[in-house]
């Protein structure tokens, strides 16, 4: 640290050496108060230092923008977003890069556990998943009073109704459905009340829709169809 002094209330958090700036490598310093480039000369001497104020790191949803890149075939890079504009810095291993976001992060806003893989998620999108949930809560809750059923409780009652039926015509009970084939046509169903038009028309449709889910055969359909109608 003989390259650059630290002030009184300033403390040294990490260091790393061979990390590039621009088209130059050096060291890499991260302070209480600073993250600080010290440029290296061929022989290891330093040949200029700058210094970037953790404090004029931008925070944006409670963590500090600094972010691993990841590019194919190129080291993984360091990209921190200052007031002043976004800095860049080459590494040589992502762990390191991860090492110095969550000391970044530390720095910049005082908290002491962060989970540096999340760094890579672009900015904003923790806001929009919330934003989403809360759409479709208001959503759910709209449909709610107005009555509109969701795909799965339509699907439920669906089912209720065709075990109802078979349980009318089979003498099931409640909604189960029956266990023991149909009764065969014959001529004693001819002796039942006489139906409405309505109750005819009403009943053969209940007829198809068990035709429709394979619980009656065409034969059983045309045989209870008949019967209904008084055919």
Known sequence: ?????????????????????????????LTNLNIIWVRRGATGKAKGVQQFPVQQIKIFAGKAQAFLQKTFGEYPKLEVNFISGQESFEFQSKKEVEQWIHNINQMATGQTEFDASASTVIPGTEIVTETLETVKGTVDAFKGALGIKSKSELATETAKDIAGTVGAFFGAKGNEAPTESPVPYTEQTQQKAPMSFDEQIATVKKLKDLLDAGILSQEEFDAKKRDVMGL
Do not use: A
């Open 1 to 29: 640290m003989t390259d650059y002094e630290l002030q009184p209330n300033e403390s040294v958090i990490m260091k790393s050496e061979d990390v590039t700036y621009g088209r130059h490598s050096g060291d890499l310093i």
